[in-house]
């Protein structure tokens, strides 16, 4: 099947962005056009890309499988362009604000690459809240950012959704009293009444993204616990303090080793993850070399 790049370009700029809209602007055409090429993909695909909502779209599973895709297939072409360029040179001081789930379990590999590529290069790195992230990079005390919360309009960053991450609803097998099971569905862990754990809500502007997690699943009240770190908040579930919705990323290895169990859920629970710079930055070297590696890093991971 031969694909017109044209249209994979436009259903990429729109799951980027998150909106036909904003995918239309991007692409500096009208939306009617952006909506029409999508909809021809999918049909040459037979697949439904996004799901429509009153605000923006969000991608089907088909979708994401067809956003890996075309992330990989962009990143190589941008990568083309930037290996003509004899004189772009990476070096320096730089530095990165992110999550502390994405220092953790994301950006290691990159760092670790991009310093063996570039042995001149020193990198800041600092960990900490959405939050903590906005106000580096409005301080110009890092250079780019990563994180999970999605933006306001007013907030003076822009912003690109780099890939989506996927995140698991756990639980410890201590609060079974000694049964022994592999998974439990949704139900059964409301009717068990256990804590739930989340980030600290004053540390937010909006609601968490686990929180939005919550509602979509009834989980309703507020959290009995809340923590800012991730790695924190694993440790106390897998102790038994009560459940919480945290990233695949954090929790598989425990899952697999029945360290925790995973909770079944209706819906399959994603987010995107955003690369952030403060508005009017100037993209570097270094930075466009960063969201090289960090694509290809996750292309490689499927």
């Known amino acids: 099947m031969d694909i017109n790049l044209l249209k994979l370009r436009y259903f990429y700029e729109v799951a980027r962005l998150g909106s036909i809209s904003r995918g239309a602007q991007s692409l500096r055409i009208s939306q009617p056009s952006v909506t029409k090429m999508v909809r021809e993909l999918e049909e040459q695909l037979e697949v439904k890309l996004f799901d429509r909502k009153t605000r923006g779209v969000s991608l089907t599973e088909a979708g994401v499988r067809a956003y890996s895709h075309a992330s990989r297939i962009f990143a190589e072409v941008a990568e083309l362009g930037h290996s003509m360029k004899k004189d772009e040179k990476i070096g320096g001081k730089w530095s990165i604000a992110l999550s502390d789930t994405l220092a953790i379990y994301t950006i290691p590999s990159v760092i670790a690459k991009m310093q063996r590529d570039h042995p001149t290069l020193k990198t800041e790195i600092i960990v900490g809240t959405s939050t903590d ?161 960090l694509s290809a890093h996750l292309a490689a991971k499927g």
């Not at 899952?255 to 993209?283: E, H, N, Q």
């Open 133 to 293: 992230v906005k106000r580096e990079l409005l301080l110009d005390q890092a250079d780019c950012g990563l994180f999970f919360t999605p933006l306001s309009q007013d907030e003076p960053f822009d912003a690109q959704k780099i890939f989506e991450a996927e995140f698991w609803l756990v639980v410890s097998p201590k609060i079974l009293n000694g049964r022994t099971v592999k998974t439990l569905s949704l139900e059964q862990l409301k009717r068990l009444k256990l804590a739930r754990l989340e980030s600290r809500h004053s540390e937010y502007r909006a609601s968490t993204v686990a929180s939005l997690h919550s509602q979509k699943l009834g989980l309703t009240g507020a959290p009995k616990i809340q923590v800012n770190s991730h790695e924190v908040k694993k440790q106390l579930v897998i102790e038994g303090a009560g459940y919480s919705i945290l990233t695949a990323l954090t929790v598989e290895k425990e899952v697999r080793s029945g360290a925790l169990i995973r909770v079944s859920t209706p819906v399959r629970l994603v987010s995107p993850v955003y690369f952030v710079v403060k508005k009017g930055r100037t993209w570097t070297p270094t930075i466009r070399a960063f969201v090289r590696e």
